[in-house]
């Protein structure tokens, strides 16, 4: 039975655990690039034992950023910083992932951390803005919320080759810069997301209506990468697989959408929620683990390798979702955000026998025999589990 610690092996790429940072936009780039902050801020994840360290959603082209200071790969002068994250993050023995994405009628913010609407969420610039740019979408029909309220533009069909062109020249400049995972990011109200959501797509054309129709985006786009992809290296998505809306994605749709993708040589499908709305029933945000369920349909029904995120932090719960084989991989985010040695920190409260194992050679050596490893060690001890987090 395999556990959170065991490696895990997926084409010709092998992690030392099942244990990833999930993909986190940081607000944190110029002109798209990654540098120093990026390669000590990764690299540190690395060396705290994560064994798949993905960065932010990479932008294709520069509209398809969250905010103009996030990053992206959409020009060949950024891989000299993605391929520095790569390098440390492989020196610190973690395995480095790249999510590519385009935010569609969700770009065109300020960071949150520099102002939020009046909803206390995402602020959308308007398109006259010196940081704010005009939206595109599957329809010309603006998120809203309250949160993006600006006009969207309608995406032609020679506009969607031309962004399947752009997949594919930033999954080749991944590859120069030494990669070794690749994401497509098609969940969270973003452009992947938008076209598969009939909240968001209402074209007549062949990328609207049914199912068949609504993930031609995505079927494109895949065969688009996987052409210039190794077939050896994992090519894996991040889906909204329910919108949690009587009219938005359901949940079936996502199975029949993921089959199609295995054919389209997908080899790991990220479970998420699609984020296309604000107007959700029943939001699940506070439960812990709430997409292992759905992930794990998507395992038995369509025979693929499965992955999740949110609420998994509690290390006995996302150990338990190994163990039990609801999912093959851990995807943390917060919880990396808050303790880049989480996998160490995780490996002593479930007495793994040798928690140092994860850090470099160098640094365990004395945190294994220089006067014992008691409460001295600086790791945090386990919080009292809250009421939500006592089962997975
Ligand atoms: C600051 C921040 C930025 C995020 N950016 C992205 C992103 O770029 N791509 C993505 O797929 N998810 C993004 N997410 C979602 C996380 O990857 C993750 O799915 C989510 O936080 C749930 O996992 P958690 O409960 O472990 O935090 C972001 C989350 C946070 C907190």
């Given at each position: 039975?395999?556990?959170?610690?065991s490696?895990?092996?997926?084409?010709?790429?092998?992690?030392?655990?099942?244990?990833?940072?999930?993909?986190?936009t940081?607000?944190?780039?110029?002109?798209?690039k990654?540098?120093?902050?990026h390669?000590s801020?990764?690299?540190a994840?690395?060396?705290?034992g994560?064994?798949?360290?993905?960065?932010?959603?990479?932008?294709?082209?520069?509209?398809g950023?969250?905010?103009?200071?996030?990053a992206?790969?959409?020009s060949?002068?950024?891989?000299?910083?993605?391929?520095?994250?790569?390098?440390i993050?492989?020196?610190?023995?973690?395995?480095?992932?790249?999510?590519?994405?385009?935010?569609?009628?969700?770009?065109?913010?300020?960071?949150p951390?520099?102002g939020?609407n009046?909803?206390?969420?995402?602020?959308?610039?308007p398109?006259?803005?010196?940081?704010?740019w005009?939206?595109?979408?599957?329809?010309?029909?603006?998120?809203?919320g309250?949160?993006?309220?600006?006009?969207v533009?309608?995406l032609?069909?020679?506009?969607?080759?031309a962004?399947?062109?752009?997949?594919?020249?930033a999954?080749?400049?991944?590859?120069?810069?030494?990669?070794?995972?690749?994401e497509?990011?098609y969940?969270h109200?973003?452009l992947?997301?938008?076209?598969?959501?009939?909240l968001?797509?209402?074209?007549?054309?062949q990328?609207?209506?049914?199912?068949?129709?609504?993930?031609?985006?995505?079927?494109?786009?895949?065969?688009?990468?996987?052409?210039?992809?190794?077939?050896?290296?994992?090519?894996?998505m991040?889906?909204?697989?329910?919108?949690?809306?009587?009219?938005?994605?359901?949940?079936?749709?996502?199975?029949?959408a993921?089959r199609?993708?295995k054919?389209?040589?997908?080899?790991?499908?990220?479970?998420s929620?699609?984020?296309?709305?604000?107007?959700?029933t029943?939001?699940p945000?506070n439960?812990?683990?709430f997409?292992?369920?759905?992930?794990?349909?998507?395992?038995?029904?369509?025979?693929?390798?499965v992955a999740?995120?949110?609420?998994?932090?509690?290390?006995?719960?996302?150990?338990?979702?190994?163990?039990?084989e609801?999912?093959?991989?851990v995807?943390?985010?917060?919880?990396?955000?808050?303790?880049?040695?989480?996998?160490?920190?995780?490996a002593?409260?479930?007495q793994?026998?040798?928690?140092f194992?994860?850090?470099?050679?160098?640094?365990a050596?004395w945190l294994?025999?220089?006067?014992?490893?008691?409460?001295?060690?600086?790791?945090?001890?386990?919080p009292?589990a809250?009421?939500?987090?006592?089962?997975?």
């Amino acid at each position: 039975m395999p556990d959170l610690f065991s490696p895990y092996t997926l084409k010709g790429v092998t992690l030392r655990n099942r244990i990833a940072m999930s993909p986190m936009t940081m607000y944190n780039s110029v002109d798209g690039k990654l540098d120093d902050y990026h390669v000590s801020y990764l690299g540190a994840r690395a060396a705290g034992g994560f064994g798949l360290v993905f960065g932010e959603q990479m932008a294709i082209t520069p509209d398809g950023r969250t905010t103009t200071s996030c990053a992206g790969i959409w020009s060949d002068d950024q891989i000299e910083g993605h391929a520095r994250v790569c390098a440390i993050v492989e020196r610190m023995g973690g395995v480095p992932a790249i999510q590519l994405g385009h935010t569609g009628r969700k770009g065109s913010e300020l960071p949150p951390h520099k102002g939020t609407n009046a909803q206390g969420t995402w602020k959308q610039l308007p398109p006259d803005h010196e940081h704010g740019w005009e939206c595109v979408g599957p329809s010309a029909i603006p998120y809203g919320g309250g949160g993006h309220i600006y006009p969207v533009r309608e995406l032609s069909v020679a506009d969607i080759r031309a962004l399947h062109q752009s997949y594919a020249d930033a999954a080749k400049r991944a590859l120069a810069a030494g990669y070794k995972w690749l994401e497509m990011h098609y969940a969270h109200g973003y452009l992947g997301a938008s076209f598969f959501s009939p909240l968001a797509n209402q074209r007549t054309d062949q990328y609207g209506g049914s199912v068949e129709n609504r993930v031609r985006f995505h079927l494109e786009a895949l065969d688009a990468v996987r052409a210039v992809w190794p077939e050896e290296l994992p090519l894996t998505m991040r889906l909204g697989s329910d919108d949690l809306h009587p009219e938005g994605v359901q949940f079936e749709d996502a199975i029949v959408a993921i089959r199609m993708m295995k054919e389209h040589g997908l080899d790991l499908a990220d479970l998420s929620l699609g984020f296309n709305t604000d107007e959700m029933t029943n939001p699940p945000m506070n439960e812990v683990g709430f997409m292992l369920k759905r992930a794990n349909r998507v395992r038995e029904e369509v025979g693929i390798p499965v992955a999740t995120s949110w609420n998994l932090g509690v290390p006995a719960n996302a150990d338990r979702a190994i163990r039990e084989e609801l999912i093959d991989l851990v995807f943390l985010g917060r919880p990396a955000l808050a303790n880049p040695h989480w996998p160490v920190w995780a490996a002593r409260e479930l007495q793994h026998d040798d928690p140092f194992h994860l850090v470099p050679q160098d640094w365990a050596w004395w945190l294994r025999n220089f006067r014992g490893h008691g409460p001295s060690i600086g790791l945090p001890p386990a919080p009292p589990a809250a009421e939500g987090d006592k089962a997975a």
